[in-house]
């Protein structure tokens, strides 16, 4: 079966960090992308971070670019999301995701975001001032 399973979400003060972990089974990381999105209270749900580690490839979303990374422990069936210097507006829920179709631009930039393959359960983040 393949699953995703995040954790690691809370709530941070503005200027904060915080850490989300998804942790993958039932699949081998190099035959997907990978990502992260945020859906934030009354808003669409968007692409915030992907990778396809195969193609050696990452995309970020412009307002997450110098703050967020997207990351594999390669001893581990996890991806990280590492959020530093957060902002009011980085609240939502953030959702893994993974696709064996799409490279990770495509992923992070599908807007039939309901056709990729495998989502995680969804971990809330709230920023605070």
């Known amino acids: 079966e393949v699953k995703l399973v995040e954790s690691g979400g809370g709530s941070v003060q503005a200027g904060g960090s915080l850490r989300l972990s998804c942790e993958f089974s039932?699949?081998?990381?190099?035959?997907?992308?990978i990502g992260w999105f945020r859906q934030a209270p009354g808003k669409e749900r968007v692409g915030v971070s992907c990778?396809?580690?195969?193609?050696?490839?990452?995309y970020y979303r412009d307002s997450v670019k110098g703050r967020f990374t997207i990351d594999r422990d390669g001893g581990k069936n996890t991806v990280y999301l590492q959020m530093n210097n957060m902002k009011l507006e980085d609240t939502g829920v953030y959702y893994c995701?993974?696709?064996?179709?799409?490279?990770?631009?495509?992923?992070?930039?599908?807007?039939?975001?309901?056709?990729?393959?495998?989502w995680g359960q969804g971990a809330l983040v709230t920023v605070s001032s």
């Open positions: 995701a993974a696709d064996p179709w799409l490279w990770a631009d495509k992923l992070c930039l599908t807007k039939n975001y309901r056709s990729l393959e495998v």
């Open positions: 039932g699949f081998t990381l190099d035959d997907y992308a």
């Open positions: 990778m396809r580690t195969s193609h050696g490839t990452t």
